[in-house]
Structure formats: structure tokens, C-alpha cells
């Protein structure tokens, strides 16, 4: 993807992923220098059916579990990134838009 992302740097307006959450952040990493500045990158489930806001000690299944640790760690990330500024919109599983701002 290095020389497609080099010819493609900032050349999209908008980004939605709805894909391998474990994969996340590594989509982040990539969409942040294709986006513009100024355009968006949308993230789905980022809620993971509420999981995120609950104590690790309640009980849920291995797959709810694991989801729900991507979605801590993606959020976290992209919560300390300077280049973006991210609203959280909590329709169905949560959905998080980054503005890229630089």
C-alpha cells in the first residue's frame, strides 16, 4: 500500500470502516494520511453494544470480551491523537467520527 498511499496522500474526503475490529488501529494509522484535512473518518461499533462502558469483571461471552477490548484500545487511541478531533455518536453500537485536523 506505500506507493498507493503516497499517490493517494489526502485525496479523500471521507473514510467509514465497519471491518476486523482487531484491525483497527492499523486502518487508523493508514486513513490519516489519506484523508485531508479537514475530511472525516467514520468508525462503527465503537460502543460494542455498551461493553465499553461496563466493568471487565461482568460477565460476557469470549467474543463480546475480545470485541469489547479492541474498541477500549481503538478509543483510547484515537482520544490521544493531536491530528484529529473525534465525536462519539451513540446510535445502535456506537458510532465515532474523526475530523482530521492535521
Request: aromatic share 6%; glycine share 10%; charged share 25%.
Amino acid at each position: 500500500m506505500g506507493i498507493v498511499q503516497e499517490e493517494m496522500h489526502g485525496s479523500f474526503d471521507f473514510a467509514f470502516v465497519d471491518a476486523d475490529k482487531g484491525n483497527y488501529g492499523n486502518y487508523h494509522m493508514r486513513l490519516i494520511d489519506l484523508v485531508k484535512v479537514g475530511g472525516l473518518i467514520a468508525y462503527d461499533n465503537t460502543l460494542w453494544k455498551g461493553s465499553v462502558a461496563h466493568t471487565p469483571e461482568i460477565l460476557m461471552s469470549e467474543g463480546m470480551r475480545s470485541g469489547r477490548e479492541h474498541m477500549l484500545e481503538l478509543n483510547r487511541a484515537l482520544a490521544a491523537d493531536p491530528r484529529i478531533e473525534i465525536a462519539q455518536i451513540p446510535i445502535a453500537d456506537g458510532l465515532t467520527l474523526c475530523r482530521r485536523l492535521s
